[in-house]
């Protein structure tokens, strides 16, 4: 029996265009409406997750920065699984050394060093994914999002490592060059409080040790008295390959990178498919005719 529901956003939820389509909505509202807990696990930050959540009428958990923070409904911080500011210091110096482009999330928000660099790295990743698309169309879209505030700016990032208010979640590290990013993987990999991870062929995503989505998840079910064997999870990416692992009933994306196709035998159709939709309403119908 299926009590709860984890979904990934980005390349699982979100279709190309960023969006939550008609059917996963709906889909989701079937699932809520027979009494399946929905909650929606990212790479995201809860601010970005919740603004695209919102434009669907969805009010619901989120597990956000791979599990490094985890919000109820009401958008109440539950759990956070932050990294040292040494930690973080020293993952900076790294990545610097290398000239590779990052960010950094927090309890804070969103920072970068160079907001430019920022938007012109997205609207690439965005053209990839929407090659019909100008590039100053999708130039447009992403300025538009960041002037609504959800990335800052700040000269240097010490200024984070080095102040206590702040919980630093997540580094996510951009590059075309696959190189680049094998390199700065392995030069991290000393460090074991550290998890690495990715979303998308061309960034890496480093959270602490203990942020992972499956971990997270976990939690979060055994908090409301529900067993992973009673979970779906539902995703597309190496940040999600925790989840997908613990959930009793893991579903891959058909748009899922092929190494997670491998270690997850029920797939689903592409996120530009209604992929989550399917997978939601096929395994809850059986469900509920059996």
Do not use: W
């Given at each position: 029996?299926?009590?709860?529901?984890?979904?990934?956003?980005?390349?699982?939820?979100?279709?190309?265009?960023?969006?939550?389509?008609?059917?996963?909505?709906?889909?989701?509202?079937?699932?809520?409406?027979?009494?399946?807990?929905?909650?929606?696990?990212?790479?995201?930050?809860?601010?970005?997750?919740?603004?695209?959540?919102?434009?669907?009428?969805i009010i619901c958990?989120?597990?956000?920065?791979?599990?490094?923070?985890?919000?109820?409904?009401?958008?109440?911080?539950?759990?956070?699984?932050?990294?040292?500011?040494?930690?973080?210091?020293?993952?900076?110096?790294?990545?610097?050394?290398?000239?590779?482009?990052?960010?950094?999330?927090?309890?804070?928000?969103?920072?970068?060093?160079?907001?430019?660099?920022?938007?012109?790295?997205?609207?690439?990743?965005?053209?990839?994914?929407?090659?019909?698309?100008?590039?100053?169309?999708?130039?447009?879209?992403?300025?538009?999002?960041?002037?609504?505030?959800?990335?800052?700016?700040?000269?240097?990032?010490?200024?984070i490592f080095s102040?206590?208010?702040?919980?630093?979640?997540?580094?996510?590290?951009?590059?075309?060059?696959?190189?680049?990013?094998?390199?700065?993987?392995?030069?991290?990999?000393?460090?074991?409080?550290?998890?690495?991870?990715?979303?998308?062929?061309?960034?890496?995503?480093?959270?602490?040790?203990?942020?992972?989505?499956?971990?997270?998840?976990?939690?979060?079910?055994?908090?409301?008295?529900?067993?992973?064997?009673?979970?779906?999870?539902?995703?597309?990416?190496?940040?999600?390959?925790?989840?997908?692992?613990?959930?009793?009933?893991?579903?891959?994306?058909?748009?899922?990178?092929?190494?997670?196709?491998?270690?997850?035998?029920?797939?689903?159709?592409?996120?530009?498919?209604?992929?989550?939709?399917?997978?939601?309403?096929?395994?809850?119908?059986?469900?509920?005719?059996?």
């Amino acid at each position: 029996m299926i009590r709860c529901i984890a979904s990934d956003m980005d390349g699982t939820l979100l279709n190309s265009k960023q969006e939550i389509s008609k059917k996963n909505r709906e889909a989701i509202f079937f699932a809520k409406n027979h009494g399946v807990e929905v909650v929606i696990a990212t790479g995201r930050s809860y601010e970005e997750a919740k603004f695209i959540l919102e434009e669907s009428d969805i009010i619901c958990p989120i597990i956000a920065v791979n599990g490094a923070e985890i919000r109820n409904k009401n958008g109440e911080i539950v759990r956070t699984n932050g990294m040292s500011g040494a930690t973080a210091s020293t993952i900076a110096k790294v990545l610097n050394q290398l000239g590779i482009h990052f960010e950094i999330y927090t309890n804070k928000g969103k920072y970068t060093e160079d907001i430019n660099e920022s938007i012109n790295i997205i609207v690439d990743i965005y053209k990839s994914a929407n090659p019909n698309k100008t590039v100053g169309e999708i130039r447009s879209v992403v300025e538009e999002k960041f002037s609504t505030g959800l990335t800052h700016r700040l000269n240097d990032y010490n200024e984070i490592f080095s102040n206590s208010e702040y919980i630093i979640y997540k580094f996510v590290v951009f590059s075309r060059d696959r190189d680049l990013l094998t390199r700065a993987n392995a030069s991290l990999k000393a460090l074991k409080e550290i998890k690495i991870t990715s979303s998308g062929k061309n960034n890496l995503e480093i959270n602490h040790i203990h942020a992972q989505k499956g971990i997270a998840l976990k939690d979060f079910v055994e908090e409301r008295g529900i067993t992973l064997k009673e979970t779906m999870a539902i995703g597309d990416n190496f940040n999600d390959l925790s989840m997908l692992k613990m959930a009793g009933h893991p579903v891959a994306m058909g748009n899922a990178e092929s190494e997670i196709k491998e270690v997850v035998a029920t797939h689903t159709s592409t996120n530009d498919e209604d992929g989550v939709g399917k997978a939601i309403y096929q395994l809850l119908n059986a469900q509920l005719k059996g």
